[in-house]
Antibody
Framework: QVQLVQSGAEVKEPGASVKVSCKASGYTFTGYYIYWVRQAPGQGLEWMGWINPNSGSTNYAQKFEGWVTMTRDTSISTAYLELSRLKSDDTAMYYC??????????????WGQGTLVTVSS | EIVLTQSPGTLSLSPGERATLSCRASQSVSFSYLGWYQQKPGQAPRLLLYGASSRATGIPDRFSGSGSGTDFTLTISRLEPEDFAVYYCQQYGWSPYTFGQGTKLEIK
């Protein structure tokens, strides 16, 4: 069965960086796009971007360009989301999710459990 | 970017009733690349529908979707107690693949 298991909660100070992992199992990791979505406390869902695990190509929402980096390690079927220069309003639950085999098959059928990132001094 | 506006913000209904949720896009969504998600407190979202009207695996047939262009609808034909949750639409026709702000479906 398809599973996405994310790393544990993080607490960071403003200005710091954090790297969240998303380990995939139950399918061919390089065959499906991985997306990242965040949700601030009590708020709605915010789409951040995607990574093609096969090629490593990425696409970020403009808001996240320059301070968010999505990478992957195919040897361990894991995708990563790195956030730099954290601010308090980056406090949110960060989800990874699996899309389809092609970039336009972008409905998100499988989700990780979420990683809570708290930014506080 | 495409802005999705969901209405109503909150919908109060009783089990057994029919729910109709709306999602309106600021511009036409290509190829009806629109999905609907359900989220319960403390849980990740769950995909209900993709391509505006196709049910995801395991989704009961009381959930249905319709629409094209800029106007989309999620209908729950007969509400079950487990259907009370927040519902989001998402378009994936144009990057960034934006979400609506959500509709909270609560028990009346």
């Amino acid at each position: 069965q398809v599973q996405l298991v994310q790393s544990g909660a993080e607490v960071k100070e403003p200005g710091a960086s954090v790297k969240v992992s998303c380990k995939a199992s139950g399918y061919t990791f390089t065959g499906y796009y991985i997306y990242w979505v965040r949700q601030a406390p009590g708020q709605g869902l915010e789409w951040m971007g995607w990574i093609n695990p096969n090629s490593g190509s990425t696409n970020y929402a403009q808001k996240f360009e320059g301070w968010v980096t999505m990478t992957r390690d195919t040897s361990i079927s894991t995708a990563y989301l790195e956030l730099s220069r954290l601010k308090s309003d980056d406090t949110a639950m960060y989800y990874c999710a699996r899309g389809g085999t092609r970039v336009w098959e972008a409905s998100l059928g499988y989700w990780g459990q979420g990683t809570l990132v708290t930014v506080s001094s | 970017e495409i802005v999705l506006t969901q209405s109503p913000g909150t919908l109060s209904l009783s089990p057994g009733e029919r729910a109709t949720l709306s999602c309106r896009a600021s511009q036409s969504v290509s190829f009806s690349y629109l999905g609907w998600y359900q989220q319960k407190p403390g849980q990740a979202p769950r995909l209900l529908l993709y391509g505006a009207s196709s049910r995801a695996t395991g989704i009961p047939d009381r959930f249905s979707g319709s629409g094209s262009g800029t106007d989309f609808t999620l209908t729950i034909s007969r509400l079950e107690p487990e259907d009370f949750a927040v519902y989001y639409c998402q378009q994936y026709g144009w990057s960034p693949y934006t979400f609506g702000q959500g509709t909270k479906l609560e028990i009346k």
